[in-house]
């Protein structure tokens, strides 16, 4: 016999809701301490009850693993803004000198920026400028 299907949705009844609050809790707890030992991953759980109440549980410290995921997250952001200053480099769609110019205007601030990797930069170079070769037609 499988198990019934529940809505999920705030259940009503205070006692049911504070019964099925510490089983899930329990459950979750096991499975993050169970990816922690099966995977070998830096797990961190932080759960607050409806009344304030702290749990949780780390498979290392804690405040490694929030340093850590601050770091990522402000890793991440700075890719995502590099990405969107790519996205806005893009070859000038008519070869007018003052189109290039300006597009190798933008392509050496590009060449400056610090975190830019030379490999990246190279990789940025073969792609932009191979969008700007000169496109011949057959007729």
Request: proline letters at 2%; hydrophobic letters at 30%; one cysteine or more.
């Given at each position: ?9 705030r ?28 995977c ?78 030379n ?17 011949t037609?057959?007729?």
């Amino acid at each position: 016999m499988g198990r019934g299907k529940i809505a999920i949705r705030r259940i009503d009844n205070t006692t049911t809701r504070q019964v099925t609050f510490s089983k899930r809790r329990n459950g979750l707890v096991k499975k993050a301490r169970e990816l922690a030992i099966l995977c070998d991953a830096e797990v961190s759980l932080i759960i607050f009850s409806s009344t304030g109440r702290l749990y949780d549980f780390s498979s290392s410290s804690m405040k490694s693993v929030i340093d850590r995921y601050n770091k990522a997250k402000e890793d991440h952001q700075i890719a995502k803004h590099a990405n969107s200053e790519i996205k806005q480099c893009s070859p000038p769609s008519d070869n007018s000198n003052e189109a290039m110019q300006s597009y190798e205007s933008l392509w050496q601030d590009w060449e400056e920026v610090e975190w830019c990797s030379n490999k990246d930069a190279r990789q940025f170079s073969k792609r932009t400028w191979a969008g700007m070769e000169p496109k011949t037609t057959i007729e």
